[in-house]
């Protein structure tokens, strides 16, 4: 079986310094959160940024400074949020993509969320994907529920997304699809041979499908943005310590850890 790819979730969009204390917020808080990310057995971590008061940006500027703070400390694959916080406009979500970062989401259809709706309509969707292609970005196909896997799989016939491809089903959201173990197999079962998968499963989902992720041969996501438990009424401390807890799982079950530039060799980035 390859090396387990971690992606470090670091900071989310609707999480705030109220729920969770330890959430980096600042561009220097979140490059260091990423080092220790890293240094905990992370090969990619997923950035949203916040402005100066906290609050979710698609800002350029703050996304450059981020990175920038980031490549100082580490080698750590930078994959930027075009999915933005609920109610971003596409033009805005598409910004950072100017940037050219190694990575960045593209969520393959609309969902509920929570009490919000978080809209990637068809043309939504296709320009970003253009985009993407256009800045050579490589995507994480997000997918918030089964029928994105598909609407995934369109994209890829329409030529606006390339194999290999790499998609990260996020399970759990209140909407969305479920964060069960059958949940998670129906949506592998969906895949077409050759592409890789990840979970990110939101909240008490977390753990255990990351377990079952593990054992299944896919890749796993944690960190604030999904979780900030440690376990049952136990905020987490850092990101790195959720990051640890599945290098430590992964290697007891006898699966190794990827540094970033396996991940990169595993998904056909260029180093
Ligand atoms: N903040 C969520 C509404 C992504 O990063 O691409 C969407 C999100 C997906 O977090
Ligand atoms: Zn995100």
Same mark, same amino acid.
């Given at each position: 079986?390859?090396?387990?790819?971690?992606?470090?979730?670091?900071?989310?969009?609707?999480?705030?310094?109220?729920?969770?204390?330890?959430?980096?917020?600042?561009?220097?808080?979140?490059?260091?959160?990423?080092?220790?990310?890293?240094?905990?057995?992370?090969?990619?971590?997923?950035?949203?940024?916040?402005?100066?008061?906290?609050?979710?940006?698609?800002?350029?500027?703050?996304?450059? #400074?981020?990175?920038?703070?980031?490549?100082?400390?580490?080698?750590?694959?930078?994959?930027?949020?075009?999915?933005?916080?609920?109610?971003? %406009?596409?033009?805005?979500?598409?910004?950072?993509?100017?940037?050219? %970062?190694?990575?960045?989401?593209?969520?393959?259809?609309?969902?509920?969320?929570?009490?919000?709706?978080?809209?990637?309509?068809?043309?939504?969707?296709?320009?970003?994907?253009?985009?993407?292609?256009?800045?050579?970005?490589?995507?994480?196909?997000?997918?918030?529920?089964?029928?994105?896997?598909?609407?995934?799989?369109?994209?890829?016939?329409?030529?606006?997304?390339?194999?290999?491809?790499?998609?990260?089903? *996020?399970?759990?959201? %209140?909407?969305?699809? %479920?964060?069960?173990?059958?949940?998670?197999?129906?949506?592998?079962?969906?895949?077409?041979?050759?592409?890789?998968?990840?979970?990110?499963?939101?909240?008490?989902?977390?753990?255990?499908?990351?377990?079952?992720?593990?054992?299944?041969?896919? /890749?796993?996501?944690?960190?604030?943005?999904? /979780?900030?438990?440690?376990?049952?009424?136990?905020?987490?401390?850092?990101?790195?310590?959720?990051?640890?807890?599945?290098?430590?799982?992964?290697?007891?079950?006898?699966? #190794? *850890?990827?540094?970033?530039?396996?991940?990169?060799?595993?998904?056909?980035?260029?180093?």
């Amino acid at each position: 079986m390859d090396k387990l790819i971690i992606t470090a979730a670091l900071v989310g969009a609707e999480l705030t310094r109220e729920q969770m204390p330890h959430l980096p917020i600042s561009p220097t808080e979140i490059a260091e959160a990423a080092a220790a990310a890293r240094e905990a057995g992370a090969s990619i971590v997923h950035l949203h940024v916040r402005d100066a008061q906290g609050m979710p940006t698609q800002d350029v500027a703050v996304f450059r #400074e981020v990175i920038s703070e980031i490549k100082k400390r580490t080698d750590v694959i930078c994959q930027i949020s075009t999915g933005g916080a609920v109610g971003t %406009p596409i033009e805005l979500r598409a910004e950072p993509l100017s940037l050219r %970062p190694e990575m960045a989401t593209l969520t393959t259809g609309t969902v509920n969320f929570g009490d919000d709706v978080f809209m990637n309509e068809p043309t939504s969707i296709e320009f970003l994907a253009s985009r993407m292609k256009r800045e050579g970005v490589k995507p994480e196909i997000e997918c918030f529920d089964a029928g994105h896997i598909s609407n995934a799989l369109r994209l890829v016939k329409k030529g606006l997304v390339d194999e290999p491809l790499y998609f990260d089903f *996020v399970m759990g959201v %209140p909407g969305g699809i %479920p964060g069960t173990v059958p949940d998670l197999m129906h949506c592998v079962a969906s895949l077409p041979a050759g592409a890789r998968w990840q979970v990110a499963g939101i909240g008490r989902a977390e753990l255990q499908l990351a377990a079952v992720a593990i054992v299944q041969g896919g /890749n796993v996501r944690v960190g604030f943005e999904d /979780n900030i438990y440690y376990s049952r009424g136990v905020l987490a401390e850092s990101n790195a310590q959720l990051v640890a807890r599945v290098a430590r799982i992964s290697r007891e079950l006898g699966r #190794e *850890v990827a540094s970033p530039d396996e991940a990169r060799g595993l998904l056909g980035l260029a180093k």
